[in-house]
């Protein structure tokens, strides 16, 4: 597939507290904008394109696109306008082995090439023609792109993708804020024992969550990753010599990996969180939450999230009402008020920071190490990009996609154990999201 190639516009970036600003911005040519376009993204669900499913509009880092179905089965991701007259090809018909415009009759195969042109005196000039279109993979319920120049880097074996759809729950959320706020919130270890503490009435709730309600100082700790920055956050246990311990992971560029249903479930779970932009002050949040055994409730999950969702998989609950907030619950309930789906916690929250966050206004401190450790990545990865180099993260050879260095676990350590070593411990085998047969 043929991929655009855009000039990046570099300006001198700030020096002071908003020197990471420029971040936010991920059009076409924008530092930011390039570096995201050199991953793999995801743009759709992949039950919401089902051979004989209707052209998708797909809006993705300011750019208008169509994702579609041909009559063959294949799935492709082209411009959204008609290379002959700007037609919305949304409205586009599926026959022939690609999609027809309605206006004057052009078809276009998912590679972009136009096949033909009824009206046309000329047999050849079609030839001449070709859409912007995007290598597409499927993978983990959803459909990917690349949207960078050149060869497409290999597509990353993570954990929370690997195996059919029994063993993970995939979906998404749209977020009326920009792309950098909500990830950096993925990363922020310490709003976990407020943002999301619940008052949690089923041992199945305490033992999933439980570790939330751990209000004690953290130690915090970071170090970088091949594929980002991963975080150790420590908090001690009262009355005993022991400490929680919870790894999770900030993975390049606006992805991370953080705990999942470990903790009724055993060890082996792993949520992965992307948040891609629509454009500069809208985003996706897309969710796809693992366990190796297979045994997630998956129907719980659907009942509620579809209970707190309007269609367009946005939140039900509203800005201009301060999304429904019940202030008699914080009371004994919850912190927030906002019930129990930590998604509308994250998405209000973020919201709650304005369209797009200036941070200029920011008063960092001492628990923001990871999130201070990712816009500097961020940033280094930019002007990688711009020397024409790949980003940290991209995976160009099979023995590079191997993720089990990507840790996820809470667990407990003695006082004076290596933080480290615990980790090692499961980077040196395949073990902790080694996929079980499921069960019938």
Same mark, same amino acid.
């Given at each position: 597939?043929?991929?655009?190639?855009?000039?990046?516009?570099?300006?001198?970036?700030?020096?002071?507290?908003?020197?990471?600003?420029?971040?936010?911005?991920?059009?076409?040519?924008?530092?930011?904008?390039?570096?995201?376009?050199?991953?793999?993204?995801?743009?759709?669900?992949?039950?919401?394109?089902?051979?004989?499913?209707?052209?998708?509009?797909?809006?993705?880092?300011?750019?208008?696109?169509?994702?579609?179905?041909?009559?063959?089965?294949?799935?492709?991701?082209?411009?959204?306008?008609?290379?002959?007259?700007?037609?919305?090809?949304?409205?586009?018909?599926?026959?022939?082995?690609?999609?027809?415009?309605?206006?004057?009759?052009?078809?276009?195969?998912?590679?972009?090439?136009?096949?033909?042109?009824?009206?046309?005196?000329?047999?050849?000039?079609?030839? &001449?023609?070709?859409?912007?279109?995007?290598?597409?993979?499927?993978?983990?319920?959803?459909?990917?792109? %690349?949207?960078?120049?050149?060869?497409?880097?290999?597509?990353?074996?993570?954990?929370?993708?690997?195996?059919?759809?029994?063993?993970?729950?995939?979906?998404?959320?749209?977020?009326?804020?920009?792309?950098?706020?909500?990830?950096?919130?993925?990363?922020?270890?310490?709003?976990?024992? %407020?943002? #999301?503490?619940?008052?949690?009435?089923?041992?199945?709730?305490?033992?999933?969550?439980?570790?939330?309600?751990?209000?004690?100082?953290?130690?915090?700790?970071?170090?970088?990753?091949?594929?980002?920055?991963?975080?150790?956050?420590?908090?001690?246990?009262?009355?005993?010599?022991?400490?929680?311990?919870?790894?999770?992971?900030?993975?390049?560029?606006?992805?991370?990996?953080?705990?999942?249903?470990?903790?009724?479930?055993?060890?082996?779970?792993?949520?992965?969180?992307?948040?891609?932009?629509?454009?500069?002050?809208?985003?996706?949040?897309?969710?796809?939450?693992?366990? &190796?055994?297979?045994?997630?409730?998956?129907?719980?999950?659907?009942?509620?999230?579809?209970?707190?969702?309007?269609?367009?998989?946005?939140?039900?609950?509203?800005?201009?009402?301060?999304?429904?907030?019940?202030?008699?619950?914080?009371?004994?309930?919850?912190?927030?008020?906002?019930?129990?789906?930590?998604?509308?916690?994250?998405?209000?929250?973020?919201?709650?920071?304005?369209?797009? #966050?200036?941070?200029?206004?920011? #008063?960092?401190?001492?628990?923001?190490?990871?999130?201070? &450790?990712?816009?500097?990545?961020?940033?280094?990865?930019?002007?990688?990009?711009?020397?024409?180099?790949?980003?940290?993260?991209?995976?160009?050879?099979?023995?590079?996609?191997?993720?089990?260095?990507?840790?996820?676990?809470?667990?407990?350590?003695?006082?004076?154990?290596?933080?480290?070593? %615990?980790?090692?411990?499961?980077?040196?085998?395949?073990?902790?999201?080694?996929?079980?047969?499921?069960?019938?």
């Amino acid at each position: 597939m043929e991929t655009s190639t855009h000039p990046i516009t570099i300006k001198p970036r700030p020096r002071g507290a908003d020197r990471y600003q420029y971040l936010t911005q991920t059009n076409a040519g924008t530092p930011a904008g390039e570096l995201l376009r050199r991953y793999w993204q995801p743009v759709a669900l992949s039950d919401s394109l089902s051979p004989g499913a209707a052209p998708q509009p797909i809006r993705i880092m300011g750019e208008d696109l169509v994702l579609f179905r041909d009559d063959e089965g294949q799935v492709g991701l082209i411009d959204r306008k008609c290379a002959h007259r700007c037609t919305d090809l949304a409205l586009g018909r599926i026959e022939a082995g690609g999609i027809r415009c309605p206006y004057h009759g052009w078809l276009f195969d998912v590679n972009g090439r136009c096949l033909d042109q009824p009206a046309e005196a000329s047999p050849t000039a079609k030839d &001449r023609i070709r859409m912007k279109s995007y290598p597409i993979h499927e993978a983990g319920g959803a459909f990917w792109a %690349y949207m960078g120049p050149g060869e497409p880097p290999l597509f990353p074996n993570y954990p929370a993708l690997a195996g059919g759809s029994e063993y993970r729950y995939t979906t998404r959320w749209r977020g009326d804020c920009n792309w950098m706020q909500a990830s950096e919130g993925n990363i922020d270890p310490v709003h976990t024992s %407020y943002l #999301h503490q619940l008052e949690l009435a089923s041992a199945d709730m305490q033992a999933r969550w439980g570790v939330f309600s751990n209000q004690a100082r953290p130690e915090l700790a970071v170090e970088d990753t091949r594929f980002g920055v991963r975080l150790y956050t420590l908090r001690k246990i009262e009355g005993t010599d022991r400490s929680s311990i919870r790894i999770t992971n900030f993975v390049m560029p606006n992805a991370c990996a953080v705990g999942g249903f470990e903790g009724y479930l055993g060890d082996g779970g792993v949520t992965m969180l992307w948040d891609v932009p629509i454009d500069d002050e809208h985003h996706w949040r897309w969710e796809f939450i693992f366990h &190796r055994s297979g045994k997630l409730d998956k129907v719980a999950l659907e009942k509620q999230y579809e209970s707190e969702k309007a269609e367009g998989d946005r939140m039900r609950r509203a800005k201009d009402d301060l999304y429904s907030q019940d202030r008699e619950s914080m009371k004994r309930e919850a912190y927030l008020g906002l019930g129990e789906c930590f998604s509308v916690h994250d998405i209000a929250i973020t919201q709650s920071q304005g369209t797009i #966050h200036e941070q200029s206004g920011e #008063h960092l401190s001492s628990s923001d190490i990871a999130i201070v &450790r990712a816009r500097r990545m961020l940033d280094e990865a930019a002007q990688a990009v711009v020397a024409g180099e790949d980003p940290r993260g991209v995976v160009r050879q099979p023995r590079d996609n191997d993720f089990r260095d990507m840790v996820v676990i809470t667990g407990e350590i003695r006082g004076g154990d290596s933080k480290e070593a %615990y980790c090692a411990g499961y980077t040196e085998t395949a073990e902790l999201f080694m996929l079980q047969p499921p069960t019938a």
